[in-house]
């Protein structure tokens, strides 16, 4: 089949009722394989057309090609021309949904508005064109930005041992929990301590993160009052040694997922404290404790923070995340390397193992996503202490806004109030049989119906159909209202018996309803040649 | 059947020949889960404490560990579920993951039998 016909057969296959292609088979395609302006997009590998080379080079002479000559022809790299390339791209972009194109309420990922001065100081040429090789007293406003920032988020956790290099958010739990495991192996206790305690509530990557460490997971049950209780976390602690020595420690988002405040949190690290082992608090929800409450002061040993989450930074597919972790005075000997110091002369270095002789070593390469604490730090400075505290003040009030409003509509298993997130589940919408149920997942294809991005689904996994709804404290209360009737109308069309038409939405966006259970079983990964 | 146990968690274990138990899911996890569309099995010849996770089902909605109510060690699994997850949903004959072979039978003991298995499902939400 020919790269035309391709055009037309993708667009038919996805239902784009255009009359120019519905009857013809063999015609001329008119249409260019778009509807009105908005382009059924091919893989460059459909586009290609060998006489319009991207660049015209002459072939190498006296020397064999990067590629190969025969490898070149295999691989069949794409010819397309610049403008095509570029319209290529830019025509997906467009596809895509993101923060700066509507409400993003997708709960547990903190999808605020990232401001765009961050973005402007992160171009200035002095941070965006160094090296991360540079001789350090060539970039010392670098370091001391690094440096500063490291301050504030010790400030603001009260955990005085911060190191920056983690990528991103499972890459900083990563970090955490090796740093507790070396605090054990420098007290002699690794071998003992083996086991580490998450709620069920907790978000997939810890659980992963601890298996990775050499941990087993024991996992706390808080289905009742979707709550950690100081009993069911006692009876995690002592199962197997009536000490607890046996635990390394535990893993905790405070907040936890179903966007409740961990009530009973200080008396459990107490006991955690008293067994000897380390509370590492999952960072993730930390946009409803800032400027507001400090980690440290209810208990955490050690904890990441997703400057991509809490500090704007941008994500989501917008940009690398950066997870720096946060630790004790206890804790810090053992921080993964370098770290941001300060000499008696003032100046600014990279303090390596020399000066952290039990470091637990090099988690990356150089110091972590640099673009990223210059805009964390852009953020900080430019909301001040009072702004952060408003931060989180708002956010928990827009999410107990958008709660107060939906609780008659959708079920609230666990009563509010909630802090930065609210947590609803499908129950109200269950039908006679199971075949007029209208789920979670239809609630979310109808939200991408109605031009929102759908709320988080199915997680967290405490109970059956859950979505985690997260406003963000950058949205209006227009915006808000304008969910909360669209979530409203659903209900409502639910209760009236409308429910079939929630099992084939989304009509209008670029793909309708997918089968998912086909795509898990039968997954295409790679495009090939055979499928032309 | 006298012979079918089941499990808080909602295993089920089947007792097909003196001290060999066929290990599934119960319709209600195959339900809770939805469509399946990938089954993890345990090797032959491994062991399992009671209460081990001896398998992963995953679905689109999210993966579960499978735990063993009863010690032992796997003789048989079921590869079709390699190929075909969701014959997991026919029935345990044909959706079995493993068959164990018990160390320590009274374990069963421990275990609910269909009619309080379903009084359990009552319960729940």
Redesign the interface.
């Given at each position: 089949m020919g790269a035309e016909l391709h055009m037309m057969q993708d667009a038919k296959d996805n239902q784009m009722e255009d009359s120019q292609t519905e009857d013809s088979q063999t015609g001329p395609v008119l249409n260019n394989g778009t509807r009105a302006l908005r382009y059924e997009e091919q893989l460059l590998w459909e586009r290609e057309f060998h006489d319009t080379p991207g660049v015209d080079l002459p072939e190498p002479q006296g020397m064999p090609l990067r590629t190969g000559d025969a490898l070149r022809e295999d691989v069949g790299l794409p010819q397309v021309s610049e403008p095509e390339v570029l319209r290529h791209f830019v025509r997906l972009s467009t596809l895509n949904y993101s923060i700066d194109h509507g409400f993003f309420p997708l709960g547990s990922c903190t999808m605020k508005h990232n401001p765009r001065v961050n973005e402007k100081l992160a171009r200035l040429p002095g941070f965006a064109h160094i090296h991360p090789m540079q001789e350090e007293s060539t970039v010392q406003g670098a370091l001391e930005l690094m440096y500063r920032l490291q301050h504030y988020l010790a400030e603001l956790t009260a955990l005085p041992g911060v190191c920056l290099t983690p990528a991103a958010g499972a890459h900083g739990e990563l970090a955490g929990m090796m740093t507790i495991r070396r605090a054990h192996e420098a007290a002699g206790e690794n071998e003992t301590r083996k086991i580490v305690l998450i709620p069920d509530s907790a978000h997939g990557t810890n659980p992963a993160t601890a298996v990775i460490c050499g941990y087993k997971v024991r996992t706390i049950p808080t289905k009742e009052t979707g709550r950690l209780t100081q009993a069911a976390f006692e009876e995690a602690l002592y199962k197997t040694d009536p000490d607890g020595k046996d635990v390394a420690g535990m893993m905790v988002t405070n907040p936890n997922t179903c966007g409740l405040f961990e009530s009973d949190i200080v008396g459990i690290a107490d006991a955690l404290h008293a067994a000897g082992g380390y509370f590492y608090c999952d960072g993730a929800n930390f946009n409803a404790l800032v400027g507001k409450v400090r980690p440290g002061d209810f208990g955490v040993d050690v904890m990441h923070i997703n400057l991509h989450k809490t500090f704007s930074t941008p994500h989501g597919g917008g940009g690398p995340g950066s997870g720096p972790i946060c630790v004790t005075e206890a804790l810090e000997p053992y921080l993964p390397i370098p770290v941001v110091e300060q000499d008696i002369n003032g100046a600014y270095f990279l303090a390596r193992e020399k000066s952290r002789p039990e470091t637990l070593g090099k988690l990356r390469g150089f110091v972590g996503q640099f673009g990223m604490h210059v805009r964390a730090l852009a953020y900080m400075l430019s909301h001040g202490a009072d702004g952060l505290k408003e931060v989180s003040e708002n956010a928990v009030l827009n999410a107990n806004y958008i709660l107060s409003q939906l609780k008659d509509d959708y079920h609230v298993p666990y009563d509010g109030p909630c802090m930065h997130e609210c947590m609803v589940t499908d129950?109200l919408q269950k039908g006679e049989t199971k075949d007029d149920d209208v789920t979670t997942l239809d609630i979310a294809k109808a939200l991408v119906e109605y031009g929102y991005h759908p709320m988080t689904t199915?997680f967290p996994?405490v109970?059956?159909g859950t979505m985690l709804i997260e406003p963000t404290e950058t949205e209006t209360k227009g915006t808000l209202d304008k969910f909360i009737t669209v979530m409203m109308h659903i209900a409502s069309e639910v209760r009236a018996g409308n429910r079939d038409q929630f099992h084939h939405y989304p009509q209008s966006a670029p793909r309708r309803r997918l089968d998912?259970?086909k795509a898990?079983?039968h997954p295409v990964l790679r495009w090939s040649s055979d499928q032309a | 059947m006298a012979d079918t146990k089941y499990t808080k968690d909602h295993e089920v274990v089947h007792i097909e020949d003196g001290n060999v138990a066929v290990l599934g899911i119960t319709a209600y996890a195959q339900d809770?889960l939805g469509?399946l569309?990938?089954v993890e099995l345990p090797e032959v010849g491994a062991s399992f404490e009671k209460g081990d996770e001896f398998a992963v089902v995953?679905s689109?909605?999210?993966a579960a560990e499978v735990y063993t109510p009863v010690s032992g060690e796997i003789v048989e699994i079921n590869d079709r579920l390699n190929d075909e997850?969701e014959a997991i949903k026919i029935s345990l004959e044909e959706g079995w993951i493993a068959k164990i072979r018990m160390t320590d039978d009274s374990e069963l003991d421990a275990l609910m039998d269909e009619a309080a298995y379903n009084e359990y499902l009552e319960t729940l939400?």
């Open positions: 129950k199915y996994l109970l059956p998912e259970v898990a079983r | 809770a469509d569309v990938f995953e689109v909605k999210t997850p939400d």
